[in-house]
């Protein structure tokens, strides 16, 4: 499975983003999606996770109400559609894929993207 994921850049504080994650190399209802986000010298944080189209989606609590996640199985994409964005989610954002059991933690994911820049300026 390949992911590629785009959208990361620069916003201001307040401002809004929208990642998207491309899949490749397998069939993508099959595939559980999440994303995560890393800082520098700190531990990989998820962020949200959608196991397959129409399920429940998990969203971390440091930015619910703010992120949306979403997958369009048609294209093969999951989407996070960042809102009100805070100079604290900037970070390398990380798309992942793994069984259709995902959850919060980065060993129940099987496939990485390559990671996308978020600055948000204050």
């Known amino acids: 499975v390949q992911l590629q994921a785009c959208g990361g850049g620069l916003a201001q504080a307040g401002g809004s983003l929208r990642l998207s994650c491309a899949a490749s190399?397998?069939?993508?209802?099959?595939?559980?999606m999440g994303w995560f986000r890393q800082v520098s010298g700190k531990e990989r944080e998820f962020v949200a996770a959608i196991r397959y189209t129409g399920g429940r989606t998990y969203i971390s609590d440091s930015v619910k109400g703010r992120f949306t996640i979403w997958r369009d199985d048609a294209k093969t994409t999951q989407y996070l559609q960042m809102n009100s964005l805070k100079p604290e989610d900037t970070a390398v954002y990380y798309c992942a894929a793994g069984p259709t059991t995902v959850g919060s933690r980065p060993n129940e994911y099987d496939y990485w993207g390559q990671g996308t820049l978020v600055t948000v300026s204050s």
């Open positions: 190399g397998r069939t993508f209802s099959t595939l559980g």
